[in-house]
């Protein structure tokens, strides 16, 4: 009888956390933008930062038995960096 209260907080966590990993996405995906126009490179590996974050979202959803918010976690923080590099390539131009 216990163990049904400790398994539903589990999930709740684990929902919280697959919600989380969007804003965290996003946030990591704003960043990679050169805000000031120096054109200076980022490292490379800054580039992984938002799929690992919807990665961690989306084990986080199946985790919790949600699987389609785990699916749209991991495919938000796929598509972050790509739709950012359209987004910028449509305002600047090429």
Known sequence: MV???VREKRKRILATI???S?????ALTLMLLD???????????????PP??????GIA???AQKEILGAVAV?????CVPVA??????????
Do not use: D, M, N
């Open 85 to 94: 590099i359209f987004v910028v390539g449509l305002v600047y131009g090429p």
């Open 35 to 49: 805000w000031q126009g120096t054109g200076v490179a980022k490292p490379l590996w800054t580039f992984a930062l």
């Open 18 to 20: 697959a919600w989380a």
């Open 52 to 57: 690992v974050s919807g990665l961690v979202g």
């Open 61 to 63: 959803g199946f985790r």
């Open 3 to 5: 163990k049904a209260p």
């Open 22 to 26: 969007f804003p965290v996405s996003t």
């Open 75 to 79: 495919a938000f923080g796929l598509l």
